[in-house]
C-alpha cells in the first residue's frame, strides 16, 4: 500500500453530546464538523444499508490529529469492552506539557476516570516522562502523556 498519512481515528460513542462535552468541555479539544448522515455512501462504507449516524469531526489541541466520533441512530449496536488488555482494545493519546497542571486541572472540571494519578516512566525510550490513563464516558481508554525533556515536542 501506497500511503500519505492518517487522516483520523474514529470511535464509536453511546451519545455524541455527551462525548463532546467531555472531548471539547475537558480535553480542549476543537470541533471541525458535525454532520448527521443517512445511507448513501456512508451505509456502503460501514456495511449497514440503512446506517444513520451522527457524527462529528474533532482536532486535538495543539493542531494535532482529528477524531471522528460516530453515534449510531440505526442501527442500533452494543457496548463492546474495551478494556486495554482484550485484543483490539485501542486508546487515543494526547501530548501534554505539565502532565501533573493537566491532571489538577481535570479533576477541578469533575473529570474522576482517572486510571491512577500521574506515573513517571522510569524505564525504556520514554524514561523521565509521565503518563495516565482515564476514560471517556463509554470507558473507551485516553492516554495523557508528557514526553521526557529530550523528546519534547515543540
Known amino acids: 500500500m501506497q500511503g500519505a498519512g492518517i487522516h483520523h481515528t474514529g470511535y464509536t460513542v453511546s451519545d455524541l453530546d455527551r462525548s463532546l462535552e467531555f472531548y471539547v468541555g475537558k480535553l480542549g479539544c476543537e470541533i471541525v464538523a458535525q454532520q448527521e448522515k443517512e445511507g448513501g455512501?456512508?451505509?456502503a462504507i460501514v456495511g449497514y444499508p440503512d446506517a444513520h449516524v451522527r457524527m462529528a469531526h474533532l482536532r486535538a489541541p495543539g493542531g494535532g490529529h482529528v477524531i471522528e466520533l460516530f453515534e449510531y441512530l440505526f442501527p442500533e449496536g452494543t457496548v463492546a469492552d474495551v478494556e486495554p488488555r482484550n485484543v483490539g482494545a485501542s486508546?487515543?493519546?494526547?501530548l501534554v506539557d505539565d502532565l501533573p497542571s493537566v491532571y489538577k486541572d481535570l479533576?477541578?472540571?469533575?473529570?474522576d476516570t482517572f486510571v491512577s494519578p500521574p506515573v513517571e516512566v522510569d524505564t525504556g525510550i520514554n524514561r523521565g516522562g509521565f503518563g495516565l490513563y482515564l476514560r471517556d464516558p463509554d470507558g473507551i481508554t485516553v492516554e495523557?502523556?508528557?514526553p521526557p525533556a529530550r523528546l519534547a515536542v515543540s
Do not use: E, I, N
Not at 479533576?107 to 473529570?111: E, L
Open 107 to 111: 479533576r477541578a472540571k469533575g473529570v
Open 91 to 94: 486508546h487515543l493519546c494526547f
Open 41 to 43: 455512501y456512508l451505509a
Open 144 to 146: 495523557l502523556f508528557q
